[in-house]
């Protein structure tokens, strides 16, 4: 059949005794799957269903199907030559078995997240600020990043470019500087030629930073705040960074039978570190993620780091005067690590 290699079709059928192709398949659906389109909402559990075509076969209803559902890779694969075409399929892994085909993560080019204003406002906007640079030039431009609704309750924030934007995140989770991944963005672009990458520079790449810091606080909101999560616990730590303190905090939940262990925050420390003001951070953050943070959190650890021993026992007991529930404090210590437990009383 004439039509297999230019539609990207692959046969699924031959009659035995005549040769004749039965039936044919799309194999963009095989291998690429379905592009979203701007705009459109993707629906949870999508139907991933393959395009099949039995006689009598017409070119028109390829090119219709691939032009709605393939569009992107469609205009790529027409400008191939016939021998480019016939490897095209070559060595890709079928859609089912990538993570996009499971997971459902989107093609799109550009995503735009909803992020509640008190998350932007208070932890990215003030508390992530010296309190001197609030009125600063870096400020207005983070703060830029976030457009604010009608009602004044959401910002949006829109991702222009997803494969930049999830690259970048990829690179800081590994630990690599501002600086670096726009130097490794760079990298990439020229060894795979993909001019989709764009560039960014370490300002863009920080910027990113406070995006998605903020996209992950809603979605730590949304699971603190359903119903399911009854409880949860902190870990926190305090760590040095190029001269500046930080109070890092970790969380450990509950959802859908897993037992998570993510880390939050590490929130700049700009006053003396008393028990006093870490509590002010920690308090000031859970009021804004989790409001009834009091009903919920059973319990609070540390190391044993000298500067964390006394003053930590300092943000136990004013979260013990704080939580709704009675509380029993617990103590395990061993040579290299203690750790204060408060569990709700059995009574
Ligand atoms: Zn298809």
């Given at each position: 059949m004439q039509h297999v290699v230019e539609f990207g079709l692959q046969v699924l059928q031959r009659d035995l005794a005549t040769n004749e192709v039965c039936s044919v398949r799309c194999q963009f659906c095989n291998y690429i799957g379905k592009e979203d389109t701007i705009g459109e909402k993707r629906k949870r559990g999508q139907i991933k269903t393959k395009k099949d075509w039995k006689p009598p076969f017409r070119t028109s209803n390829y090119r219709l199907h691939h032009e709605g559902q393939h569009s992107g890779t469609w205009a790529t694969y027409q400008k191939l030559d016939y021998e480019a075409k016939k490897m095209f399929f070559d060595n890709k892994c079928k859609h089912k078995d990538t993570i996009d085909g499971h997971f459902g993560l989107s093609k799109k080019k550009h995503v735009i997240h909803y992020i509640d204003a008190s998350i932007v406002d208070k932890?990215?906007?003030?508390?992530?600020?010296?309190p001197d640079t609030q009125d600063g030039i870096s400020h207005t431009t983070a703060m830029k990043l976030f457009k604010p609704d009608d009602a004044g309750n959401m910002y949006t924030v829109t991702i222009k470019n997803l494969m930049q934007f999830r690259l970048i995140v990829c690179w800081l989770s590994r630990g690599v500087s501002f600086r670096q991944a726009a130097d490794m963005l760079m990298d990439a672009k020229q060894v795979?030629?993909?001019?989709?990458?764009g560039s960014i520079n370490d300002t863009g790449v920080s910027n990113y930073a406070r995006v998605v810091c903020a996209i992950n606080l809603g979605k730590l909101s949304a699971i603190l705040n359903?119903?399911?999560?009854?409880a949860f616990s902190l870990a926190n730590d305090l760590s040095t960074h190029q001269g500046k303190s930080y109070l890092d905090n970790h969380i450990h939940f509950h959802r859908d039978g897993v037992i998570y262990n993510i880390h939050v925050l590490a929130i700049p420390m700009y006053?003396?570190?008393?028990g006093e003001n870490m509590f002010k951070l920690v308090s000031d953050v859970f009021d804004v993620v989790c409001p009834t943070w009091r009903t919920k959190l059973i319990s609070m650890g540390s190391d044993s780091a000298a500067s964390m021993v006394g003053e930590y026992q300092g943000i136990v007991t004013r979260v013990e005067q704080q939580v709704s529930h009675q509380l029993n404090f617990l103590i395990i210590g061993s040579s290299s690590a203690l750790s204060y437990l408060v569990w709700p009383s059995s009574t």
């Open positions: 932890i990215i906007g003030d508390m992530f600020f010296h795979t030629e993909n001019a989709e990458l359903h119903d399911s999560a009854w006053d003396r570190h008393t």
